[in-house]
């Protein structure tokens, strides 16, 4: 995805000891001038590893101080999770409704494999933005919706 918008991927690893969740302090040491997009997935695929909400408002306070960074939280297993744990929509915490696009869809929570389908909550000038190079696209669309 990066490399198609002629921008230079930085991979920040995740361990197992962590839950493969990512440390705030490494991300706030590898966020520079040029970043402009981090992509969370919570709940996640393969590992089933959901953010809590508490690293969740860590990872907002880094993103806040960085003005042109935006994120993409990718939720689309958000019902599929087990107790105790919780999801949280990043868009929710304070002051990131405006910097988040959110992924989701129907297609996992409702049993739906064969319906490809996804839903982006965007922040106005982003789609404001996107709408000079991206026009409406509707492919497949089950009959079932």
Not at 103 to 123: D, E, R, T, Y
Request: proline letters at 8%; one cysteine or more; a negative charge.
């Amino acid at each position: 995805m990066a490399r198609l918008a002629d921008a230079t991927p930085v991979i920040l690893p995740t361990l197992i000891s962590d839950n493969f969740l990512l440390d705030p302090e490494l991300l706030e040491s590898n966020i520079t001038e040029k970043s402009r997009l981090l992509i969370l997935c919570s709940p996640s695929n393969p590992t089933g590893s959901v953010y809590p909400k508490k690293l969740l408002e860590k990872i907002a306070e880094i993103v806040a101080k960085h003005p042109r960074l935006l994120v993409l939280s990718d939720e689309i297993y958000e019902h599929i999770i087990y107790a105790p744990a919780t999801h949280t929509s990043f868009a929710s915490l304070p002051g990131m409704w405006e910097r988040t696009l959110t992924v989701n869809g129907f297609s996992k929570s409702k049993l739906h494999p064969s319906c490809i389908s996804a839903v982006m909550q965007l922040p106005l000038p982003v789609i404001n933005t996107g709408k000079n190079f991206i026009g409406d696209q509707v492919d497949f669309v089950s009959s079932l919706i």
